[in-house]
């Protein structure tokens, strides 16, 4: 059994946790024991991060001080601006500028000497992460934009003063309660690949930078991360058609083309934090423009009741419904990964902690299928 060879770690345990767990079949998503319809409903996203990296919901002064101490990491080095800069000037992608920026910001790190094992101190460091993330990306944006830069606003929690920094204006409460729930929607969701990839990196007891930075090398392949860049082009490819978007989808099947945003490697049913977009996607087409709404709807309507998909286990997973959301949030395409990995960081920050409670070195074996007993020739006689 030891030998069994399992090609991509499928179905492998290698670690214990308490921080979210999925049930496939029911379509049930759960952070810390609470529903992730419940948290998305009810909480912030600071509030979720504080549960992931502590344990237990905040009460009112311990988020008070939670979101203080997040709220004054803010700030960005004039060097990570300086290289958000450039490479904007660059062209680069915002995944792989968003890997540097994480990368540099330990250059400023004050507890950069703190002991490994101090693990207090890694959740300080991770929380610096992922205050600084919103901050750099936008930069990056405005940037690639011409625009300076738009300072962080200590009045505005961590999903609107994202928005605020991105647009330069303050974004209405259904913008700002809409992108905070896509925000927890996306904190956690088991050792996925970049969780993964981080754990791997904490096992060694590298610092949490190296971790988080290694989380977003792992997302930004395509296999992982950008299916919500996927599903918004192709809607906008229906927009563009002279078909009708209906007509566009049947012809679309007639053809054999996979529709993004169909499927998941662990829900067989319809993804819960789909559902939770699609009403919001709901809400913000009634205040604005309706089509992205209709078109997703209608892929899915056909796709399930003509096809019979989700009778096969390919329902609408989440990133079918929050590429249209952060579209009509005015969110440019290329930031859709970006984004995921901001709000995924508080998940890798709290796996990485918590495996280091009782860390052991993450090392696999691979199967050995080369030649043996080779005769070696020398250099001279090759």
Avoid: C
């Avoid at 579209?327 to 395409?333: A, F, H, S, V």
């Amino acid at each position: 059994m030891a030998d069994d060879l399992k090609k991509g770690l499928e179905g492998v345990l290698v670690a214990e946790s308490k921080l979210s767990s999925i049930d496939g079949d029911a379509g049930r998503l759960i952070y810390r024991g609470y529903s992730i319809q419940d948290l998305a409903e009810g909480a912030s996203y600071e509030e979720v991060l504080y549960l992931l990296w502590h344990g237990h919901l905040p009460d009112e002064a311990e988020l008070e001080e939670f979101t203080a101490s997040l709220t004054e990491e803010r700030e960005v080095s004039d060097d990570v601006l300086a290289t958000m800069e450039r490479l904007a000037d660059a062209g680069e992608e915002p995944m792989a500028a968003l890997r540097t920026a994480v990368s540099m910001f330990s250059a400023a790190e004050p507890e950069r000497d703190a002991d490994p094992e101090d693990l207090e101190a890694t959740l300080r460091q991770g929380r610096r992460i992922t205050a600084k993330i919103p901050t750099a990306l936008a930069a990056f944006e405005r940037y690639r934009l011409g625009e300076d830069p738009v300072d962080p606003d200590s009045e505005l929690g961590l999903a609107a003063n994202f928005l605020y920094m991105l647009t330069g204006e303050q974004p209405d409460d259904i913008a700002a309660e809409t992108f905070d729930q896509a925000l927890i929607l996306h904190a956690d969701h088991g050792l996925n690949a970049s969780t993964f990839t981080s754990m791997v990196i904490g096992s060694t007891m590298a610092d949490i930078y190296s971790a988080v930075t290694g989380g977003v090398a792992a997302l930004s392949g395509p296999l992982h991360g950008g299916a919500n860049q996927d599903v918004m082009e192709v809607l906008i490819e229906i927009d563009e058609s002279d078909l009708d978007h209906r007509e566009w989808v049947e012809q679309a099947n007639d053809e054999g083309r996979r529709i993004p945003g169909f499927g998941h490697r662990v829900y067989n049913v319809k993804d819960p934090r789909a559902n939770i977009l699609q009403q919001r996607s709901e809400e913000l087409a009634e205040n604005g423009e309706s089509k992205w709404y209709d078109y997703t709807t209608t892929i899915e309507q056909f796709l399930s009741e003509e096809q019979g998909l989700t009778e096969h286990g390919i329902a609408p997973n989440v990133d079918f419904y929050s590429g249209s959301v952060y579209y009509q949030l005015g969110i440019p395409i290329d930031m859709y990964t970006p984004i995921f990995a901001m709000s995924r960081a508080g998940g890798w920050i709290a796996h990485v902690l918590e495996y280091q409670e009782d860390n052991r070195l993450i090392r696999p074996r691979a199967r050995y299928t080369g030649d043996n007993d080779l005769e070696f020739v020398p250099l001279e006689d090759r």
